[in-house]
């Protein structure tokens, strides 16, 4: 299986924080990857597929880039309602995920 | 609207089994390959399983390979789980997602269920 390590576990921010999550998968997995929010008690939300593709209805404060290996999720003001967990996920075999990344209040 | 609705989940205790449901509705439910995601307690998200959406393919995790069964009834729009010989490791809040592409899967999952919860416990 493809091992998705993300980076850091947890964040501390504010808003209009610039802020970026990082995942490295364990072989090259071309593009295909996927970010996903979770707030508590929620289901998670998709919200980056294919690295770059916006979902519909997602901010546009949201964006992902990276090839290969090496993928970011960066989010450009931080707003109140970006505090959550975010995941990664690769698509190009049956599904992994990373870790998760929650980012907390400052 | 688009939607997804899990049921099924209760305490089981271990060894025994349990099948979840996921009663799908707002879109052409036959046309979309379907998984199951779970997340134990205070934990991340693991893929479970993934069924094509003809029923034709199935590919599980190896955590429950051969003790789950993922399969759909596309004539009422349901996705299940059967679940066998659960252990405390199984104690999560199950979802069911669809996958983002029509027919063959993709592996994006773009709408998900509000998830039902399945406590493994003597």
């Known amino acids: 299986d493809i091992q998705m390590t993300q980076s850091p576990s947890s964040l501390s921010a504010s808003v209009g924080d610039r802020v970026t999550i990082t995942c490295r998968a364990s072989q090259i997995i071309g593009s295909y990857v996927n970010w996903y929010q979770q707030k508590p008690g929620k289901a998670p939300k998709l919200l980056i597929y294919?690295?770059?593709s916006l979902q519909s209805g997602v901010p546009s404060r949201f964006s992902g880039s990276g090839s290969g290996t090496e993928f970011t999720l960066t989010i450009g003001s931080l707003q109140p309602e970006d505090f959550a967990t975010y995941f990664c996920?690769?698509?190009?075999?049956?599904?992994?995920f990373g870790g998760g990344t929650k980012v907390e209040v400052k | 609207q688009v939607q997804l609705v899990e049921s099924g989940g209760g305490v089981v205790q271990p060894g025994r089994s349990l099948r979840l449901s996921c009663e799908a509705s707002?879109?052409?439910?036959?046309?979309?390959?379907m998984h199951w995601v779970r997340q134990a307690p205070g934990k991340g998200l693991e893929w479970v399983a993934v069924?094509?959406?003809?029923?034709?393919?199935?590919y599980y995790a190896d955590s429950v390979k051969g003790r789950f069964t993922i399969s759909r009834d596309n004539s009422k729009n349901t996705l299940y789980l059967q679940m066998n010989s659960l252990r405390a490791e199984d104690t999560a809040v199950y979802y069911c997602?669809?996958?983002?592409?029509?027919?063959?899967?993709?592996?994006?999952?773009?709408?998900w269920g509000q998830g039902t919860t399945v406590t493994v416990s003597s």
């Open positions: 069924i094509w959406y003809d029923g034709s393919n199935d």
């Open positions: 294919t690295t770059f």
């Open positions: 996920q690769q698509s190009y075999t049956v599904p992994t």
């Open positions: 707002g879109f052409t439910f036959s046309v979309y390959g």
């Open positions: 997602a669809r996958d983002s592409r029509e027919l063959r899967p993709g592996h994006t999952m773009d709408v």
